[in-house]
């Protein structure tokens, strides 16, 4: 379906604009900038583009707030809702609340869940609690981050996230030792029969034959995925005295190589190792990827530990396995199914030994998840960009300080460009062509890309567009974006030179924006700072992209900007700037004027009504 950018729709989307200004807090509380409606007193830090962007909403606002009493409004802003719904660490629970209302709420049924979700703005879980599509459908877009207190995230349906908008962030390296630990915890007791050894005495036994175990040192111990706990547990089990292998087909072989540990393909990795230890995430690569097959090709007598996640292994298979002496013993501390059912071969096997899923947990890793969490959650929430962002691009705070004027300026292009097109066709192509004088690897774009995405579609639909879901509501809408890099000769110092915007095969609701290609076309740059307004159409104006804006196509000639300035002013509407481009002179030309207020329908008719002008327009920012 394509994004309609009827008359209607703009009309309807207009009205909202002549209503009379919203108080600030209704302004911060409806703001789709997080940080708009949970810092009243909002910095801008040059490290934050999202801030940067409501910096420029909250300009237009402190305009908008000499309507309202604003310093009443602010007080009275309401706290971010957030919802715990897993036990964690005091420290992060306090940090939590310096910041918001926090609901502690643990062992949630689904429907409970549910309910809760759609009255927060923060949800915080560990790998117990589900967090399925019908979680985000419930949450109404009120949900605008779930934080999981540590590293497997497959418990969080993260493509409904994206769909939602909503923010997913993990807290990937407070358990690692944790992890680490336990696995080598396993994998000792396991050699020694320590688990079926105490439970043997405590049934009032004594059995020293039965239980003699099989020795570490000297033995092949095969990590399978060299990320942040196996490369922990291989630092170990070196210790340990063990022949250390690993298989992670994107671990690089240096950091493999300066810990002793050689990488091998997966084959190689279950067919000559004694013991197995599992580290990768599931994912749908490594679903059941321990499997008949698999344990066919292992060494008879070999031993498994998984610290991982339980689907990574059939478990039918494993007991198959186990039966017929393939493995020898395994040692797990995580199931397909948590927890498993009591009546589990696989639980029940005497060669198994089994945790419950501690391998995070030691008091120090779920303090240190807790506070690591607390402080991505709450600062998604202030609208800062997660370093642990799962569903979003995770862009470097410099990349960000350089980009944050650009970004203002592709959404005021989007904006601006979308309330020219009109007809019944709808958007649906769109082109925007960067002009930089950057090499290509040296300029992101994702972000320009989003904030351009989220001024076509906001004003014209209901959809609540951020950089998680961006180019996911653009498919969804029918939109193809595609980029377009122009090398320039300037300065490289600037990210970008120009971005201009290109809506084709749609008409016009001005003309003049209307390029020789046929497309609507506008281009904009930042100058000092600031951004600008550089080109409508094939012609060059130059006027800065604050408050709102009327572009006008004339006859060239003498007078035109006194008359239209002169309606203007007898109004009370302040002109803020002013261009006149033209082709060819005392032909065609182009007047832009921007406005701080919006002038009524009367003012816009008059000036619609001066015989030199041709056609005008009055857009938004
Ligand atoms: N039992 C527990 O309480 C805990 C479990 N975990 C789990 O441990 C696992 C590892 O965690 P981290 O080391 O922190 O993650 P990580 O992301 O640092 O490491 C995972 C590694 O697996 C590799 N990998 C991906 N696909 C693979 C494949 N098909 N074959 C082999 N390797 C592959 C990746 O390249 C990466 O190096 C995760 O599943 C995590 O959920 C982590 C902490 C505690
Ligand atoms: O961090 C992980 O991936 C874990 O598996 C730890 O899970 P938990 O937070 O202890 O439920």
């Keep these: 379906m394509a994004l309609s950018s009827s008359c209607s729709t703009l009309k309807a989307v207009n009205s909202r604009w002549t209503s009379p200004a919203p108080k600030l ?32 909403t909250l300009t237009e606002d402190r305009n908008l707030s000499t309507y309202g009493s604003d310093q009443d409004d602010q007080d009275s802003l309401p706290k971010p809702r957030i919802l715990v719904a897993e036990k964690l660490g005091e420290a992060g629970v306090n940090l939590l609340k310096d910041f918001g209302d926090v609901d502690c709420s643990y062992e949630l049924s689904p429907e409970d869940l549910k309910k809760k979700v759609a009255e927060s703005d923060a949800l915080i879980v560990r790998s117990g609690t589900k967090v399925t599509r019908e979680v985000f459908e419930a949450a109404k877009g009120r949900l605008k981050v779930v ?148 344990f066919s090709k292992m060494k008879k007598g070999v031993r498994l530990i998984n610290v991982a996640r339980g689907g990574v292994i059939d478990e039918d298979a494993l007991v198959r396995a186990l039966d017929s002496g393939v493995v020898a013993q395994a040692a797990l501390d995580v199931f397909c199914e948590e927890p498993p059912s009591k009546e589990s071969r696989l639980i029940q096997h005497e060669n198994v030994t089994v945790t419950p899923h501690l391998g995070a947990s030691t008091k120090e890793a779920q303090e240190g998840v807790a506070i690591e969490i607390a402080e991505a959650v709450a600062g998604a929430l202030r609208g800062e960009l997660s370093a642990t962002a799962v569903n979003a691009p995770m862009v470097a705070p410099e990349v960000l300080s ?28 769109i082109k925007v062509v960067y002009r930089s004088a950057r090499d290509r690897d040296d300029l992101d774009t994702r972000l320009l890309r989003a904030m351009i995405t989220k001024g076509i579609i906001e004003p014209i639909s209901d959809s609540y567009v951020n950089l998680v879901n961006a180019d996911f509501i653009a498919k969804q809408k029918g939109l193809r974006i595609s980029e377009e890099r122009t090398v320039v000769e300037s300065s490289p ?17 001005f003309a003049g924006a209307v390029s020789d290609g046929g497309a609507i076309s506008i281009e904009g740059k930042v100058k000092y700072g600031v951004p ?57 030309a182009i007047m832009a004027i921007g406005v701080d207020e919006e002038p009524d329908k009367k003012t816009l008719e008059r000036i619609g009504g001066v015989s030199a002008i041709e056609e005008f327009v009055f857009l938004k920012l």
């Design 25 to 56: 807090a209704a302004i911060r509380r409806h703001s789709l900038l997080p940080e708009l409606r949970y810092t009243p007193n909002v910095k801008l830090t040059a490290t934050n583009v999202l801030r940067t962007v409501e910096q420029t």
């Design 147 to 294: 934080g999981r207190a540590g590293v497997g995230i497959d418990n969080v349906d993260l493509q409904a996230a994206t769909e939602y908008g909503c923010l997913v962030v993990n807290a990937p390296t407070a358990n690692t030792v944790a992890a680490a630990e336990h696995g080598i915890a396993l994998l000792a007791s396991m050699a020694r029969n320590v688990a079926q050894a105490d439970a043997s005495i405590k049934a009032g036994k004594w059995e020293r034959s039965k239980y003699v175990g099989v020795s570490l040192v000297g033995k092949t111990l095969a990590i399978m995925g060299f990320g942040k706990v196996g490369t922990e547990v291989a630092r170990r089990a070196k210790g340990l005295g063990m022949n250390v292998i690993s298989h992670d087909p994107y671990a690089p072989a240096d950091r493999a190589r300066a810990l002793g540990v050689e990488l091998v393909s997966f084959d190689q990795a279950i067919s000559t190792a004694d013991f197995i230890s599992l580290h990768m995430p599931l994912t749908p690569a490594t679903k059941k990827v321990f499997n008949d097959e698999t």
């Design 402 to 429: 350089e980009l944050a004027p650009y970004i203002v300026l592709a959404e005021k292009l989007g904006r601006l460009a979308v309330q020219l097109a009109s007809g019944g066709k709808g958007v649906q192509s």
């Design 493 to 509: 110092e600037y990210p970008v030179d120009s971005i201009q915007v290109q809506i084709s095969n749609v008409e016009s609701s």
């Design 532 to 588: 600008h307004l550089t080109c409508v159409g094939s012609f060059g104006v130059d006027v800065s992209l604050e408050g709102n804006l009327i572009l006008c196509r004339q006859v060239d000639q003498p007078g035109m900007i006194g008359q239209v300035g002169n309606i203007l002013g007898e109004q009370n509407v302040n002109v803020s700037f002013m261009s006149v481009g033209r082709t060819v002179v005392r032909k065609q």
